[in-house]
């Protein structure tokens, strides 16, 4: 019987895994072309900040050691600049773009059930609602101007409602405007509602409220929220 070579249709190839440091490089590259003065700094930490080990090594009389033991740190400041720089560069690219708080919230690792897809839109304006589930109970976050989406989260407050009558309802709106939270702050906002469920309440609370996602409202032309997420390493700056 013929072995099976490594360009048989039937047996999947697997894509590679990038190496940590492509990935460091692409990240790099990314937050480069939104501020070129990201190698400045970067050089300014680990230069400077080995500079400073060197002059404190020979002031105490260990002038090899202690520039070998701050080199690691000064490594660590410049990936704390670049992981920061990073995330912002990834929110300046979809803020504004229809379907930006999906990417946001796409960011939360773990606690939370979050529907890819809003729950709620005007297909006239594009303004949408999208929805979490934690153990603060249902957050809706909306998305557009506030004169427009405060009738939009009213609308999807009283669904949830009626499903959940006992379970505390969170609105927030995401935005620029006044009373709004800026799309980078959305996410920290969210996981920091205190927690007024258990974990079993929070799996039931998700269970009800798939039955209103049901009959899926339309998506308007251009939204697509899995491609609108960006890279969580990215994020993370890892």
Known sequence: MAKKTSNDPQKPVK???????????????MV?????SITFWILLIILGGTG????????IGFPIYVPILVFPFTLLGAMFLLARWAEKAAYSRIEGEPGAVSAALGTIRRGWNIEDEPVGIDPRTQDMVFRAVGRPGVVLISEGPPHRVKKLLETERRKVARVIPNVPIVLLQCGGEEGQIPLP???????????????????????????LSRN???????????????????????
Do not use: C, H
């Open 15 to 29: 894509p590679k895994k990038k190496r940590w440091y492509k990935q460091i490089w692409e990240i790099y590259q």
């Open 32 to 36: 480069r072309k939104q501020r070129p």
């Open 52 to 59: 400073v080990g060197v002059v404190l090594g020979q002031l």
């Open 185 to 211: 702050k959305i996410a920290s906002k969210v996981q920091r509602q205190k927690p007024k469920l258990t974990k079993v309440e929070v799996a039931e609370v998700s269970k009800r409220l798939r039955a």
């Open 216 to 238: 899926k409202l339309p998506i308007p032309k251009g939204v697509d929220p899995q491609r609108m997420r960006p890279d969580r390493k990215a994020m993370r700056g890892r």
